[in-house]
């Protein structure tokens, strides 16, 4: 029985395919090239305390600390943090010079519009049925 | 017979483009190499690619790998040259600072969040640019609010909660696994194609 087990042990392991060529060098491959090492900050902790844009090597901290808010200028906290307005919701008065520009982009817009519009009947101008009776 | 023969040893007219003496890139800190798009930038201009790599790689070694160095690099007559490192780009710094991998991929989509303070920080380094010498902290933080609004950033003015920033976080990042897992199916289905 047990002679049996071994011849059979020993028929099996012959058939199992061997390596008989050197091992691909992807480790070696792979320490040539530079990978991005950069991360992405995830501990929201660190994100509301501090602001994590340390991009030197030296330094373990994340990056200054966020302080309150008396240590920051006035202005800081009187800055326009809403998105572009259209000239529809401006007015000349409240606004002033935000108002003029928006009125300008308008009309530079509307004229670009009108000279392509000029160009692009340009090759009807000369057809038969476009001549006046 | 001899017509074509002329036509064909009668060469194309070579137009020889004059590039300019300078130079602007953002180069990955530690990370230059002669591959594209440095090295046909530099070699254009007639420098030697693996000399300027290995200063570049040399004057940023305090940076930590990857990070994005807007470089400017004035190239003279004689093929010296001035490298000009600057600080990392706005966009790089904010994203740090929200903890964001990848900017916005529709209209009104909000991916991070980020206070007034945080970006009087960054204004802080940024002024630091010889571009920015002598621009007020005022106007840099006017700039990084128009950044922020590229980037899908909600700024604010009170301070963010770490609970209510985690589980947004959380919330983003299922939602960015999605979209690039979309991207993949799309590309995947672009590859299959025979026709």
Redo the contacts between chains.
Sequence with gaps: MLRSTLSTVSRTTSLIPRRLYAPPKAAAAAAGV?????F???D??K???H????????GDEP??K??PDSE??E???K???R?PRDLEDLDAEKDGWLYWRALRKRQVEQNQRIQKLKTKFLHLQNSPSMKKN | MASKGAARVRKKEIVKVVHGALLRTNI????A?AAPPLGPQLGQRGLNVANFCKEFNKET???????PLPTRITVKPDRTYDLEIC??TTT??L???????RGKASKDEIVGKL????L???AK?KSRDKALQHVP??QI??ML?KTC?TLGID???H?????E??EF?VARKEKVDAQLKDLADKKAAKMLRTT
Aim: hydrophobic content about 45%.
């Design positions: 530079k990978v991005d090492k950069s992405v900050e995830e929201a902790v994100l509301a305390t602001v994590c844009i340390n991009a030197y090597t030296q990056g200054p966020i302080l920051y200028p202005w800081l906290f800055l326009d943090l998105a | 990955k800190a530690q990370m190499s070694g305090h940076f930590k790998q990857g990070v600080t990392p790089w710094l994203k740090q600072a929200a903890g964001i991998g206070t007034v303070k945080h009087y920080e960054i380094i902290l005022e933080c006017r609010i609004r700024v604010q003015y301070d963010l909660d770490p609970v920033l985690k976080l």
